[in-house]
């Protein structure tokens, strides 16, 4: 075996889909689970899923063309420069790790990796695993012996996901939209996913979340006295999980600079690698283009040279996220202002804000 993968979110299942049957991927869920993310999936992400046979029109995705940002009953709308899809984790993840065992890689599910190092895998129910190359994909979750070095230090958020059936009146007027909802300690995403259930993903600072109660309830409550578009959106709407997907403690803006703890056989892939503002919407393209640069370096067995080229293809589009992300987040009411006064400027956020097309070239 050539490589060991582990975690099977899109960056790992990605990579297996590229080596097949050299590589084992290790997953610690058996099976298909949801994930909290705002599920929208760019150009960029699209052409590289496209590449490893995945069509997400054909697992159900809703088209997104426009953009709408938000803060309380004023919004700014403007049209995309592609169309964007919107998918559930839990299908998009799935799909690609059965396109990851068709391609003959090895899948072993349900097995959490408590350690990394040079001499291999320690996982649950299945020992030490060695193999020359480890694709490190485990997303948020570091594991022991390759923690990240946090290259900012994360915010005091937590995230909350949750599905929603919308009213059919407020379901027809969020179609086609990402809507980007700016509120006092932290901002939402609302939009369509497959079979049209609606999905409200947020962060929130952690003293509002405790003042708000702490509890799923009490943030909602707190959301529409803040944000009476959502009130209007949400109103007859159902809930469809029982408890909210959480996160908590996000390292925005950090980019992996390799450190003692890193070994030549290791390359980290997705929110290993860097971890851009989620209201870019841009995570996944980030996932999957680090699979196939990871991959194509790997060949060449040059851990080193991949992270060297990924700081370098991601720099600008992460800091210039966090640059936008952070004068969102201080005056989100000039925000919307601006993008009403000049129509192009969300257009022009979210090209800057997208893995850069000379990044993407040579893969
Ligand atoms: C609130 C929020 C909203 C977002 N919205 C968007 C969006 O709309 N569009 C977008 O493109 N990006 C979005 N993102 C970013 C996107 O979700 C991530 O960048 C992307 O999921 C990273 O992919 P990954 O494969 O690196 O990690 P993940 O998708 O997190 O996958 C990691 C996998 O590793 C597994 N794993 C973890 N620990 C272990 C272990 N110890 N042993 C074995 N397996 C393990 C997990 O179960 C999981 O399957 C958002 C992020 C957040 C926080």
Redesign the pocket.
């Known amino acids: 075996m050539e490589a060991l993968i582990?975690?099977?979110?899109?960056?790992?299942a990605a990579a297996a889909c590229l080596l097949g049957p050299r590589v084992t991927l290790?997953?610690?869920?058996a099976e298909a689970h949801h994930?909290?993310?705002?599920?929208?999936?760019?150009h960029e992400?699209q052409s590289y899923l496209a590449r490893l046979g995945i069509d997400p029109l054909t697992l159900g995705a809703a088209p997104i063309n426009a953009v709408r940002l938000v803060h309380g009953d004023r919004a700014a709308c403007a049209a995309l420069r592609f169309r964007g899809l919107s998918l559930s984790r839990r299908a998009l993840?799935e799909a690609m790790l059965a396109q990851a065992g068709q391609a003959g890689a090895g899948l072993l599910r349900g097995h959490?990796?408590r350690s990394a190092s040079p001499a291999g895998l320690e996982a649950d129910g299945l020992g030490r695993l060695a193999a020359p190359a480890v694709f490190l994909?485990?997303?948020?979750?570091d594991?022991r012996g390759a923690r990240r070095q946090p290259s900012r230090a994360a915010e005091n958020l937590v995230?909350l996901k949750m599905y929603l059936v919308l009213h059919p009146a407020q379901r027809a007027e969020l179609a086609g939209h990402v809507e980007v909802l700016l509120f006092r300690g932290g901002y939402a995403?609302l939009q369509l996913v497959e079979g049209s259930v609606a999905n409200l993903?947020l962060?929130i600072d952690r003293a509002r979340f405790k003042a708000a109660g702490g509890t799923w309830p009490g943030v909602r409550c707190y959301l529409e006295q803040d944000c009476p578009h959502l009130t209007r959106r949400l109103a007859g709407a159902a809930e469809t999980l029982d408890r909210p997907v959480s996160?908590f403690r996000?390292p925005y803006g950090h980019l992996h600079a390799p450190g003692p703890a890193d070994w030549p056989g290791l390359f980290r892939?997705?929110?290993?690698m860097g971890v851009i503002p989620?209201f870019c919407?841009?995570?996944?393209?980030?996932?999957l283009h680090s699979a196939f640069a990871a991959v194509a370096a790997h060949r060449a067995s040059d851990a080193w040279a991949y992270h060297a080229r990924m700081r370098r293809d991601l720099k600008g589009q992460i800091d210039r996220a966090g640059w936008f992300y952070r004068a969102g987040r201080a005056r989100p009411g000039l925000a919307v202002v601006a993008a009403r006064a000049w129509p192009g400027a969300l257009r022009w956020i979210a090209r800057l804000t997208r893995v850069p097309p000379w990044a993407m070239a040579d893969l």
């Not at 994909?137 to 979750?141: D, E, F, M, V």
């Open positions: 582990a975690g099977g979110g899109v960056a790992g290790i997953e610690r869920e994930k909290i993310c705002g599920e929208f999936i760019s992400a993840d959490a990796i994909a485990t997303g948020k979750h594991l995230g995403g993903c962060l996160i996000v892939l997705g929110d290993q989620s919407g841009d995570g996944i393209s980030i996932a």
